[in-house]
């Protein structure tokens, strides 16, 4: 079988158009040479694809069959090199990552960032990393913003089964455990082997309900096991949580404990249960991405 692309762009002008002339026209050839292209094309398949029958050629079942073939092979080549582009723009600048506000990354990404500069070709190796509270980084990555972002897995779970977002690839990056922070002045801080169960009659501070509601029902359900009922505060920011605790009473569960804990005044004590931190992206990734999944090892 001996076809070409000149036999396919001419039966798909002249299904175009129906009718011989006008075809010819846009391909600019008589219809004498359009005709024979049909012709030798419809002899390499051993099908008859046009009725020459009626005035105007019409389709045969065989004729529309290839057209839908064709023509869904023209959609889909288009939408790959749409994304071809899209992957050659990305990798023409850096890549823009969200770090959900409360994960603290620091221990791993500078290695992800040395691996990249050693293995990336045609990227910039240096990404551009930007931490914000939940409800906004998934906004931001819906928007096109980040290019993909880290976020508590239990958190993106519920944007997901909520409908917020869509179309979207979950992977587990870390497990992290989970800790009890309070302040140095809080009553309990001189109490010795100190658990959960001590906090029950005191304030527990969460980040604002619609920024992760799914995190303070994980809260809640972790510390039923221990017998509380916790009385919860919302707050703004993790910022707002370090301030709340330094009034000395209350306390916070949170996925690690660098980022506040480098505040002399505040300690923490680990607990058994584990976080998982997931990294969110386009289910269809553009190349630069899948780099810095490789390098992730995930």
Not at 30 to 57: G, H, N, W, Y
Not at 195 to 208: G, S
Not at 262 to 284: A, G, H, P
Request: aromatic share 10%; glycine share 4%; with cysteine.
């Amino acid at each position: 079988m001996n076809i070409n692309s000149i036999q396919i762009e001419s039966f798909l002008v002249t299904v175009k158009h129906m009718n011989f002339s006008k075809a010819a026209a846009e391909l600019y050839v008589t219809q004498p040479v359009l005709s024979r292209r049909i012709l030798k094309f419809e002899e390499e398949l051993c099908m008859t694809l046009f009725d020459r029958t009626q005035k105007a050629p019409r389709l045969t079942d065989e004729g529309l069959e290839l057209y839908n073939l064709l023509n869904k092979m023209s959609s889909e080549f288009a939408e790959f090199m749409e994304r071809a582009e899209r992957n050659r723009n990305v990798a023409n600048r850096k890549l823009r990552i969200g770090i959900g506000e409360g994960i603290d990354l620091s221990a791993y990404l500078h290695r992800i960032i040395d691996e990249l500069k050693k293995n990336s070709e045609g990227m910039d190796a240096e990404p551009e990393f930007d931490s914000v509270p939940a409800e906004t980084l998934i906004n931001r990555f819906k928007d096109g913003y980040y290019d993909l972002i880290f976020i508590f897995t239990d958190t993106v779970e519920f944007y997901k089964a909520s409908k917020a977002i869509s179309g979207i690839d979950i992977r587990e990056f870390i497990k992290v455990n989970k800790c009890v922070m309070f302040a140095d002045n809080n009553p309990l801080s001189k109490k010795k082997d100190l658990t959960v169960a001590d906090f029950k009659d005191q304030t527990l501070y969460c980040l604002k309900k619609e920024y992760v509601p799914s995190k303070v029902l994980a809260h809640k359900d972790l510390l039923s096991k221990y017998g509380i009922i916790p009385k919860v505060q919302f707050l703004s920011s993790w910022d707002a949580v370090a301030m709340a605790l330094l009034r000395g009473e209350g306390y916070a569960i949170t996925d690690n404990h660098e980022r506040i804990l480098k505040n002399k005044d505040i300690r923490y004590f680990d607990l058994k249960e584990k976080q998982s931190i997931s990294i969110v992206t386009k289910s269809k990734p553009s190349f630069a991405v899948l780099q810095f999944l490789s390098v992730c090892k995930i």
